[in-house]
C-alpha cells in the first residue's frame, strides 16, 4: 500500500512560518484525499484539515482557520500544509494520513511517521 513521509518541521520562533510536506511512495498521492493531524506533548492527536483527491475540497479544525491552508501539488506527488503566523501553542508532531470515506464514516489507516513543529516564544 501507500507509504507516506513528512518533511518541513523544525525549530522556528512565534511569528515565523513554515510548509509542511507529506510526500507517496507506493502509490501516487493522487489516489488520495490526504489529512493532517498534529499531537502535542502529552495530549492526544487532533485533526488540523483535510483535503480532496482533486484539491477542490478542504476542510479545517475551527481553531487554525485563517492561519492553516492545506493545497496538493499531485503533479509532485505532495500534499502541502502552510502554517502561518506560528504560535507556541502549534508545537507539535504534524503527521499526514490518508483519508478513506465511507458508509461507516471516515476512516484513517495509513499514516506518516510525522515531523516535529517546536515554536519559541
Known amino acids: 500500500q501507500v507509504q507516506l513521509v513528512e518533511s518541513g518541521g523544525g525549530l522556528v520562533q512565534a511569528g515565523d512560518s513554515l510548509r509542511l510536506s507529506c510526500a507517496a511512495s507506493?502509490?501516487?498521492?493522487?489516489?488520495?484525499?490526504i489529512a493532517w493531524f498534529r499531537q502535542a506533548p502529552g495530549q492526544g492527536r487532533d485533526f488540523v484539515a483535510a483535503i480532496s483527491r482533486s484539491g477542490d475540497t478542504t476542510r479545517y479544525e475551527d481553531s487554525v482557520k485563517g492561519r492553516l491552508t492545506i493545497s496538493r501539488d499531485n503533479a509532485k506527488n505532495a500534499v502541502y500544509l502552510q502554517i502561518n503566523s506560528l504560535k507556541p501553542e502549534d508545537t507539535a508532531v504534524y503527521l499526514c494520513?490518508?483519508?478513506?470515506?465511507?458508509?461507516?464514516?471516515?476512516?484513517?489507516?495509513?499514516w506518516g511517521q510525522g515531523t516535529q513543529v517546536t515554536v519559541s516564544s
Open positions: 507506493g502509490r501516487t498521492i493522487s489516489t488520495y484525499a
Open positions: 494520513a490518508v483519508e478513506a470515506t465511507s458508509t461507516r464514516g471516515r476512516q484513517y489507516d495509513y
